[in-house]
């Protein structure tokens, strides 16, 4: 049975990467009695609390939204969101209806998620959609912190 563990370290200026080489050596070695080691870079990912951030937003839209003739769950306005976000391609179903090919928002890196808040708020806009105190103070925040 293979064990997975994810360690993150996060690098944001040049002079941080002496720093990290030999924490990354360590974690390696300490790692590898346990079988091969894979090493991954990336971007960071949203956080939890950017997650709770989207939800708000998607309800206010889905009790407030008929698209198409259609009321739709958060859920549903979720994967409207991400496929204008990102262009997913659309298939038909193996019995009938259409599948969205997608991405999920837990592997969006920050920015990205940033993006798609972004835009289900200007949807949201477009659409005349009143947000809730908390739909409200929650884009607000992340806009604040992705100024800073």
Same mark, same amino acid.
């Given at each position: 049975?293979?064990?997975?563990?994810?360690?993150? &370290?996060? *690098?944001?200026?040049?002079?941080?990467?002496?720093?990290?080489?030999? $924490?990354?050596?360590?974690?390696?070695? /300490?790692?590898?009695?346990? +079988?091969?080691?894979?090493?991954?870079?990336?971007?960071?990912?949203?956080?939890?609390?950017?997650?709770?951030?989207? $939800?708000?937003?998607?309800?206010?839209?889905?009790?407030? %939204?008929?698209?198409?003739?259609?009321?739709?769950?958060?859920?549903? $306005? &979720?994967?409207?969101?991400? =496929?204008?976000?990102?262009?997913? /391609?659309?298939?038909? +179903? *193996?019995?009938?209806?259409? %599948?969205?090919? +997608?991405?999920?928002?837990?592997?969006?890196? /920050?920015?990205?998620?940033?993006?798609?808040?972004?835009?289900?708020?200007?949807?949201?806009?477009?659409? +005349?959609?009143? $947000?809730?105190? /908390? =739909?409200?103070?929650?884009?607000?925040?992340?806009?604040?912190?992705? =100024? =800073?």
């Amino acid at each position: 049975m293979t064990q997975r563990q994810e360690v993150v &370290k996060l *690098i944001e200026r040049p002079d941080q990467i002496r720093f990290a080489l030999p $924490w990354v050596q360590q974690m390696i070695e /300490k790692a590898l009695p346990g +079988g091969p080691v894979q090493i991954s870079l990336g971007r960071e990912r949203r956080t939890k609390d950017q997650n709770s951030k989207l $939800w708000p937003m998607l309800t206010d839209i889905s009790k407030q %939204v008929c698209w198409h003739g259609h009321w739709l769950t958060k859920e549903e $306005w &979720k994967d409207v969101m991400t =496929a204008g976000l990102t262009r997913q /391609k659309v298939v038909p +179903g *193996i019995e009938g209806g259409f %599948v969205v090919l +997608g991405r999920s928002t837990s592997r969006m890196k /920050k920015a990205v998620f940033c993006e798609l808040v972004e835009l289900i708020y200007a949807f949201g806009a477009e659409q +005349g959609v009143q $947000w809730s105190e /908390k =739909a409200q103070s929650d884009y607000d925040e992340m806009m604040e912190a992705r =100024a =800073a």
